[in-house]
């Protein structure tokens, strides 16, 4: 867990050091597609493991999944809605409606309840009781549903 918290600090500095502009608006909605696939990935680990049980549970990849949940919806992955990303650009398709970059206070509020709930699932993963993660796991749900009903096109 020691190694995870430096890494989210090294990175927040790191992305704090960086300017969004210095990264295209293209390849903003690229990597934060691809910041969400990897967090959707390790929520399927977990509902597989914790929720259905069509996968055997284990603690050391069910610990390490909400692990890594939590550092994606802590990492600054919204600094990656930077202008220009409300709308597809070429080949890169996006799915964020617009009225996102016009309700940003609204969406720092959603994004601080992902984090808030993310880091609760890490913390119910670690202690490893199932029934106490399966909560967890349902409010990060939530959380990712509260964004999506509100700033997702179909």
Known sequence: MKSVIATLVGGA???SSLSVAAVEPAKQIELRQAGFSYMAWNM???????IDGSV???QQQVEAAANTIAAIAN???G????PGTEQNIGDVHTKVDPALFENMQDVAQLAGNMGTAANTLAEKAAAGDQSEIRVAFGE????CKACHD?????
């Open 79 to 82: 600094a990656l809605f930077g």
């Open 56 to 58: 055997e549970y284990n």
């Open 13 to 15: 500095l790191l992305a």
């Open 44 to 50: 399927g680990k977990l509902k597989a493991q914790v």
């Open 75 to 77: 990492s600054g992955i």
């Open 140 to 143: 990060v749900g939530k959380t």
């Open 150 to 154: 509100k700033y997702r096109l179909d």
